[in-house]
């Protein structure tokens, strides 16, 4: 039998044997997996020098454990009312965004229908149901819980205490992009909350400011990039710009960085999709993309590999570096630990903070999609609108 070391190193090297690469626009590369990675925190980052990286070394040497990791069955179950789009925790509560109908993007404003679920993270009981309409993510911080309402292009708040209606917030372009009656449109995509203000992120190059105290949107900040993430730690928002890599608002100041691309030694570019904020650093997760030919504005070529960066926020140097399979995802932390989920294997991975080992952690019992964390445990929507919490081990 071969040594829980060696299966981690196989599983790390294995690459798609049918992946065919294609072309792409160099400011388009998507979230692979096709959804939004929930932003449980927030901070800072911007740009690196490659040289300065330090490389995560994945373990992969003898094991305590030579039949594996432990197996992990589900501590709480819980029924959800609708399919499962989003996440968020504060304190000891879980928020949980679904759509029961129409929530693709591509119906007309109003169609989406779906709940707000208030959940408590330790019993798994269902504490609130609250209909919403075109439900897309959710963030929750400023003494609110937000919900992104993006055909509707507007962010909906929520009483963090009660559940009630507070108010709904319309956002829109500052100029318009290309012709007809879309060109205001702002079509908002992830929302972060932290600063004293509440931030909203879209694709068509604008972070939207809104004041929770008057509930209405004090400035739109063009950043130069396509934003689909967000993250807020300090005085800084660090924004998510695809092969842009990071831009970062210092609401100090009130000054906005040039994007800022990440690169590793060979010329690749990581196109950032997602953001997460453990221990004072910031962790920037996306697809590793390489240039066509010498002259980088021609075009990317995206690759099945993933990188995922720690950055430090206050000047956005690469820290640790790491490439992985396009399937790991960041999906939670716990004091000096960093979780990474492969949702379709129910694998769960444990960065050491420090960046000296990733080791593999934890089996799920049951498939699905790795939602969330609370604390030391993952939240995961399983078939059947059913919503399971696992306790991970070490993490305490």
Request: proline share 7%.
């Amino acid at each position: 039998m071969s040594s829980n070391g060696d299966e981690i190193g196989v599983w790390l090297r294995r690459r798609l044997a049918d992946f065919e690469p294609r072309e792409v626009d160099p400011h388009q590369i998507t979230n692979p997996s096709g959804r939004r990675r929930r932003t449980l925190g927030g901070f800072a980052v911007a740009a690196i020098a490659a040289a300065a990286a330090i490389a995560l070394i994945f373990a992969a040497g003898p094991s305590d454990e030579p039949l594996g990791p432990p197996t992990v069955r589900a501590s709480a179950q819980v029924t959800m009312p609708g399919r499962v789009l989003d996440s968020a925790s504060e304190g000891g509560t879980l928020w949980v965004l679904t759509c029961a109908m129409s929530c693709d993007n591509a119906g007309e404003p109003g169609a989406g229908r779906g709940d707000l679920i208030k959940v408590d993270n330790a019993t798994g009981e269902i504490e609130e149901t609250i209909p919403v309409e075109d439900p897309h993510s959710l963030a929750v911080g400023e003494n609110g819980v937000w919900v992104v309402n993006l055909l509707g292009g507007t962010v909906s708040r929520f009483d963090p205490t009660t559940g009630e209606f507070v108010a709904s917030i319309p956002l829109s372009l500052p100029e318009p992009v290309g012709e007809g009656p879309e060109a205001l449109k702002f079509m908002p995509f992830a929302a972060a909350a932290g600063a004293g203000s509440v931030w909203l992120a879209t694709t068509r190059g604008y972070v939207a400011e809104v004041d929770p105290q008057t509930n209405e949107v004090v400035r739109n900040i063009e950043i130069g990039a396509p934003a689909n993430d967000l993250a807020v730690g300090g005085e800084t928002v660090a924004v998510a710009a695809n092969l842009d890599g990071v831009v970062r608002i210092d609401t100090a100041s009130d000054t906005v960085s040039k994007p800022a691309p990440i690169e590793d030694g060979s010329g690749r570019r990581l196109s950032v999709s997602e953001l997460f904020q453990t221990g004072g650093a910031l962790w920037a997760g996306g697809a590793w993309a390489q240039p066509i030919g010498e002259d980088p504005e021609a075009g990317y070529v995206a690759t099945d590999e993933k990188g995922i960066v720690e950055l430090d926020p206050p000047t956005g140097r690469v820290l640790h570096s790491a490439t992985v399979p396009m399937e790991l995802s960041v999906v939670g932390a716990s004091g000096d630990h960093v979780w990474l989920a492969d949702s379709p294997s129910r694998e769960i991975y444990e960065i050491d903070r420090m960046g000296t080992k990733a080791t593999h952690a934890a089996r799920l019992t049951a498939e699905g999609t790795i939602v969330g964390s609370v604390g030391s445990a993952v939240w995961v929507a399983e078939p059947q609108r059913t919503l399971a919490k696992y306790e991970l081990p070490g993490g305490g």
